[in-house]
């Protein structure tokens, strides 16, 4: 019980950090949710749920480095906690992390107080891993109901979902690729899965494809400059 309350003060303290440091820079504002920034520029985010991955973060970032491109990795602290080198490596690469909860539970089931848990706890692992608190959240599953949404606002800038699904977990390397290919537009947020066998076959060709299109793959954070400064 103590613990609970300890963890729940945390969460009080790291409330308010977002608060007051917002300066929106063009209109129109952004939703909280982001599916798509809007931009003439030929920019998109690759972003990696579910990680850090024993086998395949390592390899991810050598693809993304060979290529020039950056990516945002949506963790899950838990298994942040059993890899804090790979979460490590994922910042030295000069990509960026954000926050995929600690358990990967569908917030929408859970009650309150225990919503607060998951995500003091995760808060926790990332402040300690990462120096600093995450600005974004991704929901497990992408679900996210009102009172969630009430509870995640006060921790992070901004939830993000996606532009483009390519179900690369039970898509072939060559769907994937086309798929994204013939939906990719400027400002796309790309969903994909650490966790997914075949990312290690799908990534090369894909970044291959979006640099021959004119593409350059930012993080999140340089996404938002676009429209946002803190
Ligand atoms: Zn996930």
Same mark, same amino acid.
């Given at each position: 019980?103590?613990?609970? !309350?300890?963890?729940?003060?945390?969460?009080?303290? *790291?409330?308010?950090?977002? !608060?007051?440091?917002? &300066?929106?820079?063009? !209109?129109?504002?952004?939703? %909280?949710?982001?599916?798509? $920034? @809007?931009?003439?520029?030929?920019? $998109?985010?690759?972003?990696?749920?579910?990680?850090p991955?024993v086998?395949?973060?390592?390899?991810?970032?050598?693809?993304?480095?060979?290529? #020039? !491109?950056?990516?945002?990795?949506?963790?899950i602290?838990n298994q942040c906690e059993k890899h804090p080198e790979l *979460?490590?490596?994922?910042?030295? /690469?000069?990509?960026?992390? /954000?926050?995929?909860? %600690?358990?990967?539970?569908?917030?929408?089931? =859970?009650? #309150?107080?225990?919503?607060?848990?998951?995500?003091?706890?995760? +808060?926790?692992?990332?402040?300690? +891993?990462?120096?600093?608190? @995450?600005? %974004?959240?991704?929901?497990?599953?992408?679900?996210?109901?009102?009172?969630? #949404?009430?509870? &995640?606002?006060?921790?992070?800038?901004?939830? &993000?979902?996606?532009?483009?699904?390519? #179900?690369?977990?039970?898509?072939?390397?060559?769907?994937? *690729?086309?798929?994204?290919?013939?939906?990719?537009?400027?400002?796309?947020?790309? =969903?994909?899965?650490?966790?997914?066998?075949?990312?290690?076959?799908? =990534?090369?060709?894909?970044?291959?494809? =979006?640099?021959?299109?004119?593409?350059?793959?930012?993080?999140?954070?340089?996404?938002?400059?676009? %429209?946002?400064?803190?």
């Amino acid at each position: 019980m103590q613990i609970r !309350a300890l963890l729940l003060l945390f969460v009080v303290f *790291t409330g308010s950090v977002f !608060a007051n440091n917002l &300066i929106v820079k063009n !209109a129109p504002v952004l939703p %909280y949710t982001i599916n798509l $920034v @809007p931009t003439n520029k030929k920019l $998109v985010a690759l972003t990696f749920d579910d990680g850090p991955h024993v086998k395949h973060t390592k390899k991810i970032l050598k693809i993304l480095k060979k290529n #020039k !491109a950056k990516g945002t990795f949506f963790l899950i602290a838990n298994q942040c906690e059993k890899h804090p080198e790979l *979460t490590r490596s994922i910042l030295k /690469g000069g990509h960026e992390v /954000g926050n995929h909860s %600690y358990a990967h539970l569908p917030y929408p089931k =859970l009650n #309150k107080s225990d919503r607060l848990i998951d995500i003091a706890q995760s +808060q926790k692992v990332f402040k300690s +891993q990462t120096g600093t608190f @995450p600005r %974004y959240f991704r929901a497990p599953y992408g679900k996210m109901n009102k009172e969630s #949404k009430s509870v &995640i606002k006060r921790f992070f800038k901004h939830h &993000i979902s996606w532009t483009i699904d390519p #179900k690369d977990w039970e898509e072939k390397k060559e769907n994937v *690729t086309e798929y994204i290919s013939q939906n990719i537009q400027p400002g796309a947020i790309i =969903l994909l899965h650490e966790t997914n066998k075949d990312m290690l076959k799908t =990534l090369p060709l894909l970044v291959t494809e =979006l640099k021959s299109q004119g593409y350059s793959m930012v993080t999140i954070s340089k996404l938002l400059e676009e %429209y946002e400064t803190y």
